[in-house]
């Protein structure tokens, strides 16, 4: 299969939040929390809200929020004294967000709303801060995004937008010819826009922002798979609902890898870039 042939037919689970049933919400909620709690996750989260000094900001907004992990770790630094708004398209998504924030007794500083990222219903210029924490690679239309987001900020306001290169993330299969056709088929299956970052310093720019610095990290596992483990568990059950792989090729995949892992002969990898702009 080519790589047009793939992308033609590519149907990204996590654009389509709000038509997934329970179960592949639950698979969702399960990887993003992994991921999320994970030190490899957690470190560039922190870096870049130091470097958007979040912690003076009153109004923030987590922009596809998800399970709500970039909002409860603002929520819950220190030094910050605002709120934070999450929006995720997903009803599901948010009421697990709630469950959480309120079991981190986050309630009070944190609060979660079901919403299109394209179109908000908050005031032009309200916010102080927007972070946007793995939601761009899965837009079909970021430049929609971007100009709301735009339009939420005043001038000189911050916003970060953190995500996979996932036209870099691969996985080492003994055979080098299926490695290259499942890496394609695997992002095809769960990813819109795979090369969106590369394509930021031109779309942030048209949107009416100034890029202020790029903080890139590669996450990197070599011989055992630990923060990428649910990462491959949730892939597996995830892709074949877009129709490229089916469910039994998708679990070759997933044993073959945990069996690398567990000979320590596991290769995973994906640069994740943090751009924070600020509106001019």
């Known amino acids: 299969m080519g790589d047009t042939d793939i992308m033609a037919q590519a149907l990204d689970p996590f654009r389509l939040t709000d038509k997934l049933d329970p179960n592949a919400l639950e698979v969702m909620i399960t990887r993003l929390e992994a991921r999320g709690g994970h030190p490899n996750f957690a470190g560039p989260l922190s ?59 986050l309630s009070d500083r944190v609060r979660f709303e079901a919403g299109d990222s394209r179109a908000l219903g908050l005031q032009s210029g309200s916010l102080d801060a927007v972070v946007a924490h793995t939601l761009f690679s899965h837009l079909d239309d970021p430049p929609r995004t971007l100009a709301e987001m735009r339009r939420l900020l005043p001038q000189g306001a911050s916003a970060c937008i953190f995500d996979g290169d996932y036209a870099s993330m691969t996985f080492e299969l003994s055979d080098e010819r299926r490695s290259r056709h499942m890496d394609d088929a695997i992002v095809a299956s769960l990813v819109t826009n795979p090369r969106i970052l590369r394509q930021l310093p031109r779309l942030l720019k048209q949107a009416g922002f100034v890029i202020e610095t790029v903080i890139p ?59 924070i702009a600020r509106a001019v």
């Open 217 to 275: 990290s590669i996450i990197a596992e070599i011989g055992g798979a630990d923060f990428w483990r649910s990462g491959i568990e949730a892939y597996a059950k995830l892709a074949p609902r877009a129709g490229i792989v089916d469910e039994a090729e998708a679990s070759s995949w997933l044993d073959e890898l945990l069996a690398a892992s567990a000979a320590g002969e596991f290769f995973g990898c994906c640069v994740y870039y943090a751009y």
């Open 47 to 105: 870096a870049y809200l130091d470097r958007m000094e979040i912690d003076d900001k009153a109004n923030v907004l987590d922009l596809g929020c998800g399970t709500g992990v970039a909002a409860r770790a603002i929520a819950q630094r220190p030094g910050f004294g605002g709120s934070v708004l999450g929006i995720d398209l997903s009803d599901y998504l948010v009421d697990a967000a709630k469950r959480l924030a309120e079991r981190e007794k």
